[in-house]
């Protein structure tokens, strides 16, 4: 979703009326995410992406939404290829991050803690979530995104590219080395 699980929590109480306090529903989720993350999985071609910017020296950084105890709960079984990237950006916990998605906050911190501090029109960002899209392009980079099933075409526009998988990324498009 691109949120906080705090903002998440409310937005979701709220929109389908349930009958228990955000900070209710907020304990429940988290309950069920302790018990899911450990096993979560890499969208398909992602760990090959990865390792491929890595081993072309091109840098390469996270920018989640989540708080960085659920990060490192979610990363916990790929230290090693998590490890390939430069720093991790927790918008849930980093107090730089004054806003969550769709405020560009995350992606331009992203950026100022790279050694080079590059331009964010030089920025490419790979995102599931249409307020990642609508916090990327915010902030003036580009953005592929990969959507799940349910997301609408109209929730994909504002993306520099929309993919099914990212096994299908063409990084020579963004002047990157072409992936093996």
């Known amino acids: 979703m691109g949120l906080t699980g705090e903002e998440a929590a409310r937005k979701l109480v709220k929109l389908l009326d349930l009958p228990i306090t955000w900070k209710e529903y907020y304990l429940l989720a988290q309950q069920q995410y302790q018990l899911l993350m450990p096993n979560?999985?890499?969208?398909?071609?992602?760990e090959n992406l990865i390792k491929h910017l890595s081993q072309n020296k091109v840098p390469i950084a996270v920018a989640t939404s989540s708080s960085k105890d659920s990060a490192n709960l979610k990363t916990a079984k790929y230290k090693d290829t998590f490890n390939l990237f430069s720093h991790i950006v927790t918008g849930g916990s980093d107090p730089e991050?004054?806003?969550?998605?769709?405020?560009?906050d995350i992606f331009l911190v992203c950026a100022s803690r790279f050694a080079d501090s590059p331009d964010p029109q030089k920025c490419l960002v790979f995102e599931d979530a249409p307020n990642g899209v609508l916090a990327a392009t915010e902030a003036g980079m580009q953005c592929v995104m990969v959507p799940d099933e349910h997301i609408t075409t109209e929730q994909t526009r504002q993306a520099t590219q929309v993919l099914k998988s990212l096994t299908d990324?063409?990084?020579e498009l963004f002047g990157l080395p072409p992936l093996k």
């Not at 979560?40 to 992602?46: L, V």
């Not at 991050?97 to 560009?104: D, L």
């Open 169 to 171: 990324v063409k990084l």
């Open 40 to 46: 979560a999985k890499f969208m398909p071609g992602a």
């Open 97 to 104: 991050v004054k806003h969550g998605k769709p405020s560009p």
